[in-house]
């Protein structure tokens, strides 16, 4: 039995959420989410295995039109991504393209190497904002028509309860909330520009948001913008 939970988290946004434990040890979950845009197209934040069922989802809502890679460590499944969608553009981070083993893997867009104002096609239904001064060097998305924020480690909401919710494997679960002390410690450890960080959080911050459907942890259905706010209070305030 496939352990991918998949979900209509909001009219035309889909997630796929399923076990994930970094390094081996510390249950994270993982998490892809697809968005039909409004021209029919499907946009993909690929963070976790293209199993039958997510690949059956997929298909049903419509043409991939756009992979997303969403920082520098979250690559590992673009390759069957785009072997099973060869037409969709791929768009990432400059610094996975150190990290994939495949050196000659095709990315349409990168962010950190195109221009700042660079538009990819999607952003009349999804708005995006580059974080140049965190480590892992992540991207924010914001799909407009459901007020939603889709990040990868910019905010943890841990445990990650539906994730491993179809496990048969019972593991410890950890737990970090985006309010804690522990959690904005975190941020700031793995903040490499304090000023490009207060630029970009303040710009997250004055997005129109409730959800946040972060990669790791459960979602947050509701106030999400004040989520935000209080998890990068120490770079907005």
């Known amino acids: 039995m496939s352990e991918t939970v998949i979900r209509e988290v909001a009219k035309d946004v889909w997630t796929f959420s399923r076990p994930f434990a970094r ?11 697809a968005i039909k845009l409004n021209d029919g197209g499907v946009w993909v934040l690929a963070s976790t295995p293209l199993d039958a069922g997510t690949k059956a989802k997929i ?8 992979i997303i890679n969403p920082d520098a460590v979250h690559h590992l499944f673009l390759p069957e991504f785009k072997r099973a969608y060869p037409d969709a553009k791929v768009i990432g981070v400059a610094d996975t393209t150190q990290r994939m083993s495949d050196q000659t893997f095709p990315f349409d867009g990168l962010w950190g190497r195109d221009p700042p104002d660079t538009q990819y096609g999607f952003e009349g239904d999804i708005k995006h904002c580059y974080f140049s001064g965190f480590r892992n060097k992540d991207v924010a998305f914001l799909h407009v028509a459901s007020k939603s924020l889709i990040e990868a480690d910019l905010l943890l909401n841990l445990p990650a309860t539906e994730q491993y919710s179809k ?21 700031q450890g793995i903040s490499v520009d304090v000023a490009a960080m207060k630029r970009d959080a303040r710009t997250v911050a ?6 946040i459907i972060p990669c790791h942890g459960d979602v947050i259905e509701r106030d999400g913008n004040k989520v935000w706010r209080d998890a990068y209070k120490f770079f907005i305030d």
């Open 206 to 211: 004055s997005w129109d948001f409730d959800r």
């Open 59 to 66: 298909n049903e809502l419509g043409n991939v039109k756009y």
């Open 23 to 33: 390094y081996g040890v510390f249950p994270m979950g993982g998490r892809s989410t």
């Open 167 to 187: 496990s048969s494997r019972w593991i410890p679960q950890a737990t970090l909330k985006p309010h804690s002390w522990a959690h904005q410690k975190v941020i």
